[in-house]
């Protein structure tokens, strides 16, 4: 069942919402039980057995959680890690098994000739987010920060159907105190905010995103068999997707948070405005933003500390500017850096191009921190000169990012070279008569003896546009702090987001977002799955 389906709006949601008002008024636990029931009822839509293949999960997570809480402030602190540690290792083994077996089974067959035959193993649907949101659980309680719990709140925690397929990957001590002050009961703001977060999400996914799946799908496909892609048709590809995956993803961040609003509850951000990042780390901090804090939380942050701790008993000096040398560049910040980039490629998907492109990305952020250590101190710069800078910055950037999302959507390492190729000009510039017929009337109207696709240059140029200029959707909510945290971090970064544009409840919003709640619906016949939902 889609977020962005005929099934999801004019049943599922509403039948759930009457269902919560009305048992919210018996009681908390009522209601707090009917969402876990309609969660469940969500995520078996897409296959019953999913929940089958989850629910062993689920259970062995709440008893480790228990045993960490009844071994806190004993004096058992080993026997205590030992069980986080088991329950780490189960996690990454449930998330091994289901997802990288036949990966692996594969890399064996690449690298060494074995004959190993893959297994047919049916993958649990969001089993990366559900994984990482319970190892952070038991790190969170190992580590004192949830106090207690209870199997209906545990559940609720890990099954809340608006983040349970793609996120955000949520903190127990983030949302459970939001649960137990809630009133479950109606509230005509939060319901506002709610729809007007869901439809603007709606109409990123079904109108922008989607739309660009129709250019860019056809170029993708057709590297795929075989085609060269000229220069322009390449970075139409890579632009096309950086665009297509943007709107997807940032659709459905609007749409899930809008969803958790309904229920009197904010999740956290997890997408803000990623592309008008002046750098690559900016980026990252913005691009998945929970997944980002849990790498750094559980993998970046414990390896740069036992490295840190091996040198200080080797009795070697820290890494700083002052005092660091390649060597301790290397070691101590690339190293950590490119691990770390690597388990997000492969948290992303069972290949050798996501793991290249997360090896891409930690390259990225090594470069930039390398820049930062040896670039010469400037004296202060006039605003002119500054704004141009900073633009550059944000071209340098945004060209970086598509160039490497090529990895991400390409079937193969083999078609991702071809098409960044293709952006080098190693094909020509002219887009092929063949390829023109292949992407339908929309994409047809060619200019010239080049054969540039104007229209879909000029479609993505002014997309391009939209996510550079204007101010995204929580920022225009920023008001009624629509997700955690938004209001002062969406006052202080966004100076885009001009007052006068500031959503409030009132006759103008509610015909504009009704007009894109109209422009969206018309477009779900062929609703298509968010690009995330399949990790």
Known sequence: MLFNSYQFIFAFMPLTLVGFYFVGRISRGAAMNWLILTS??????????????????????????????????????????????????????????????????????????????????TLPLAISFITFQKIAFLVDVYGGRVDSFTLREYCLFVLFFPQLIAGPIVHFREVMPQYRAATWRFDATDTSVGLTLFIFGLFKKVVLADGLATLVTPLYGAAAHGTELSFVA?????????????????????????????????????????????????????????????????????????????????????????????????????????????????????????????LVHGAYISIYHGWRLIRPQRPAAGARFAEARRALSVAITFVSVAAAMVLFRAASVGTA?????????????????????DLGPLVRL?????????????????????????PNTLQLLAGYEPALGIYKQARTRAAGAIEALQWRPWFGWAVATSVLAAISIAQLSGGSEFLYWQF
């Open 40 to 121: 469940l009822v969500f995520y078996a839509s897409w296959r019953p057995l999913n929940v089958l293949l989850i629910a062993p999960s689920i259970i062995i997570n709440y008893f480790v959680g228990r045993g960490l809480l009844a071994l806190r402030g004993t004096d058992r602190k080993r026997a205590a890690r030992a069980l986080l540690v088991c329950g780490v290792c189960f996690n990454v083994a449930f998330l091994g098994y289901f997802k990288y077996t036949n990966f692996l089974l594969g890399t064996a067959h690449d690298l060494f000739g074995a004959r190993l035959e893959f297994l047919q193993i």
């Open 446 to 470: 060619h200019l010239g003896p080049m054969g540039v696709n104007a229209l879909a240059a000029l479609w993505v140029a002014g997309l391009v546009s939209v996510v550079l200029f204007c």
């Open 417 to 437: 070279g071809s098409i960044l190729a293709a952006m080098t000009g190693a094909h020509g510039f002219a887009v092929q008569g063949p390829l023109i017929q």
């Open 234 to 358: 390449g970075w139409i590809a890579a632009f096309g997707f950086t665009l297509q995956i943007y709107f997807d993803f940032s659709g459905y961040s609007d749409m899930a948070i809008g969803l958790g609003r309904f229920f009197g509850i904010r999740l956290p951000v997890n997408f803000d405005s990623p592309l008008k990042a002046t750098n690559i780390l900016d980026f990252w901090l913005h691009w998945n933003m929970t997944l980002t804090r849990f790498l750094m939380s559980y993998v970046y942050n414990p390896l740069l500390l036992a490295l840190t701790r091996r040198r200080a008993a080797q009795g070697r000096p820290g890494f700083d500017r002052r005092t660091a040398t390649f060597g301790s560049y290397a070691s101590m910040l690339v190293f950590p850096t490119m691990v770390t980039m690597l388990v997000s490629g492969l948290w992303h998907g069972a290949g050798y191009n996501f793991a290249l492109w997360g």
